[in-house]
């Protein structure tokens, strides 16, 4: 039987996609302030297989410079709503599809965050996944009250123990049993199976009784993305589905085969985590009129959004340069040792591609090339057969070019494709997230170090 493909679509609460084609004529731009428009979203969602919403956020403007404000001011890229209140809206008009929303490790507090994600486990009957990021911009420090951002590592640091807290808050504070309801002991929640959590740590000191009963989860589904040696080690320590940014099928398998080593190392079984590659479908009747549908779209892309790519994922600033300059790779990224692009460009560079500034605009448009899949249903299939098959992969963050029009194309046209080749699963009515995704829960698996933690614990 082969093996069902998980899917997920990206959104964020803002007037710009990934794709930044906002101002194509196509593209419903206002509608994201509506909440029609999101219950809709919802339900068309879960008529078309999705397993999830993953909700991209940040806390800033990502940008540390005068010019990557400003362009992504005028990209649309300034103003977003907080996706978190955007979930019960749509949980309300559904009973399958799943919610994961971004939520900055770096400058929340763990009572905070694990009370406002229990409360959304709650809402959402146990449908609820949090995507953790550790920001890298500076404005996101300023945003909140410090003179600059932790070292890249040192944020990771403080995240390892942010999490220590967290699964103590969600899993160790009350019992299984600790909420009778006896409404003739007047007892709703029994105090003697509540527990005071300690903790004194590098950086933070807490007492607290998590002051939200067990949810149906406890822990909502532990989302990943980092793509540093750091982040991924942190990644395979905590997280339960991996997404990822590679540009091709083999990018894909090395970097599942190392990301499932280190989980492994870190006393994991391998096999619990899931891995789920970005993919934005551009669909056409045949390849031609796909290709030439990707074209219009590159023309309409502004080439802004890709020098600032590339500058904040390779180290490269093109400013200034000519449009037919040749330019040397690897002594443009020599000192980008370790970005993710960099190093897939120095790749491409040494297999003998050769990119003008112009041709280089055009292939990170989008993000890069490899992040955009283009073809009929059948072919969009087959590549992510492909991804499943060879790479390991068990799904796909699903990208759009045009809000709410690039969705009814993949769900009218590549959805029945994969049933057809039996790749997606029929849903099971009303599980939890992660009784969804793994076939298990709808708590932790025992081994996930949120099962085995031993925090200091008082009676209340």
Same mark, same amino acid.
């Given at each position: 039987?082969?093996?069902?493909?998980?899917?997920?679509?990206?959104?964020?609460?803002?007037?710009?996609?990934?794709?930044?084609?906002?101002? #194509?004529?196509?593209?419903?731009?206002?509608?994201?302030?509506?909440?029609?428009?999101?219950?809709?979203?919802?339900?068309?969602?879960?008529?078309?297989?999705?397993?999830?919403?993953?909700?991209?956020?940040?806390?800033?403007?990502?940008? @540390?410079?005068?010019?990557?404000?400003?362009?992504? /001011?005028?990209?649309?890229?300034?103003?977003?709503?907080?996706?978190?209140?955007?979930?019960?809206?749509?949980?309300?008009?559904?009973?399958?599809?799943? +919610?994961?929303?971004?939520?900055?490790?770096?400058?929340?507090?763990?009572?905070?965050?694990?009370?406002?994600?229990? =409360? /959304?486990? #709650?809402?959402?009957?146990?449908?609820?996944?949090?995507?953790?990021?550790?920001?890298?911009?500076?404005?996101?420090?300023?945003?909140?009250?410090?003179?600059?951002?932790?070292? #890249?590592?040192?944020?990771?640091?403080?995240?390892?123990?942010?999490?220590?807290?967290?699964?103590?808050?969600?899993?160790?504070?009350?019992?299984?049993?600790?909420?009778?309801?006896?409404?003739?002991?007047? /007892?709703?929640?029994?105090?003697?199976?509540?527990?005071?959590?300690?903790?004194?740590? $590098?950086?933070?000191?807490?007492?607290?009784?998590?002051?939200?009963?067990?949810?149906?989860?406890?822990?909502?589904?532990?989302? $990943?993305?980092?793509? %540093?040696?750091?982040?991924? $080690?942190?990644?395979?320590? #905590?997280?339960?589905?991996?997404?990822?940014?590679?540009?091709?099928?083999?990018?894909?398998?090395?970097?599942?085969? $190392?990301?499932? %080593?280190?989980?492994?190392?870190?006393?994991?079984?391998?096999?619990?985590? /899931?891995?789920?590659?970005? !993919?934005?479908?551009? !669909?056409?009747?045949?390849?031609?009129?796909?290709?030439?549908?990707?074209?219009?779209?590159?023309?309409?892309?502004?080439?802004?959004?890709?020098?600032?790519?590339?500058?904040?994922?390779?180290?490269?600033?093109?400013?200034?340069?000519?449009?037919?300059?040749?330019?040397?790779?690897?002594?443009?990224?020599?000192?980008?040792?370790?970005?993710?692009?960099?190093?897939?460009?120095?790749?491409? %560079?040494?297999?003998?591609?050769?990119?003008?500034?112009?041709?280089?605009?055009?292939?990170?448009? +989008?993000?890069?090339?490899?992040?955009? =899949?283009?073809?009929?249903? %059948?072919?969009?299939?087959?590549?992510?057969?492909?991804?499943?098959?060879?790479?390991?992969?068990?799904?796909?963050?699903?990208?759009?070019?045009?809000?709410?029009?690039?969705? @009814?194309?993949?769900?009218?046209?590549?959805?029945?494709?994969?049933?057809?080749?039996?790749?997606?699963?029929?849903?099971?009515?009303?599980?939890?997230?992660?009784?969804?995704?793994?076939?298990?829960?709808?708590?932790?698996?025992?081994?996930?170090?949120?099962?085995?933690?031993?925090?200091?614990?008082?009676?209340?």
């Amino acid at each position: 039987m082969p093996k069902p493909i998980k899917l997920t679509l990206v959104e964020q609460g803002g007037p710009a996609a990934d794709s930044n084609l906002w101002h #194509h004529p196509d593209f419903a731009l206002e509608l994201f302030k509506k909440p029609a428009f999101w219950e809709d979203l919802a339900r068309r969602l879960e008529r078309g297989s999705f397993d999830a919403i993953f909700f991209a956020d940040t806390p800033a403007i990502r940008a @540390d410079t005068p010019y990557q404000r400003n362009h992504a /001011l005028a990209a649309g890229g300034g103003t977003r709503l907080d996706p978190a209140f955007l979930i019960p809206i749509m949980a309300a008009v559904t009973e399958n599809l799943g +919610f994961v929303v971004t939520t900055s490790i770096s400058y929340d507090q763990p009572f905070a965050l694990a009370r406002k994600f229990s =409360t /959304l486990d #709650h809402l959402t009957q146990g449908r609820i996944g949090w995507n953790i990021v550790t920001n890298n911009v500076k404005s996101a420090a300023l945003n909140h009250g410090l003179n600059d951002q932790l070292p #890249h590592d040192v944020r990771y640091d403080r995240a390892d123990e942010f999490m220590d807290i967290v699964y103590a808050l969600w899993n160790r504070s009350w019992d299984d049993d600790s909420v009778p309801r006896d409404p003739e002991r007047a /007892l709703y929640a029994d105090s003697a199976k509540i527990h005071k959590i300690e903790h004194r740590g $590098q950086w933070f000191d807490l007492e607290a009784i998590h002051i939200t009963e067990p949810s149906p989860q406890r822990t909502p589904v532990l989302f $990943q993305a980092g793509s %540093s040696a750091r982040g991924r $080690q942190f990644g395979a320590t #905590h997280a339960e589905c991996i997404y990822l940014n590679a540009t091709s099928v083999e990018e894909t398998r090395r970097l599942i085969t $190392q990301v499932k %080593s280190l989980t492994a190392a870190a006393g994991r079984n391998p096999d619990g985590l /899931l891995f789920m590659p970005r !993919i934005i479908p551009v !669909i056409g009747e045949t390849e031609q009129l796909a290709r030439e549908k990707f074209e219009a779209f590159v023309d309409g892309c502004d080439p802004e959004d890709a020098l600032i790519v590339l500058q904040q994922w390779a180290g490269i600033d093109l400013r200034g340069r000519a449009p037919d300059e040749v330019l040397d790779i690897e002594a443009l990224t020599a000192g980008s040792a370790g970005l993710h692009a960099a190093d897939h460009l120095r790749r491409l %560079s040494r297999d003998g591609r050769r990119f003008t500034v112009a041709q280089l605009l055009r292939e990170y448009a +989008f993000g890069g090339a490899g992040n955009v =899949t283009v073809g009929t249903a %059948s072919q969009i299939a087959d590549v992510m057969e492909r991804y499943v098959d060879e790479a390991g992969a068990d799904g796909f963050n699903v990208a759009y070019m045009i809000r709410s029009r690039s969705l @009814d194309e993949f769900v009218e046209l590549v959805v029945p494709e994969l049933r057809r080749r039996g790749r997606i699963a029929a849903p099971r009515d009303k599980a939890t997230l992660r009784q969804r995704l793994f076939g298990w829960g709808p708590s932790l698996p025992a081994d996930h170090p949120g099962s085995r933690i031993t925090p200091v614990t008082r009676a209340v």
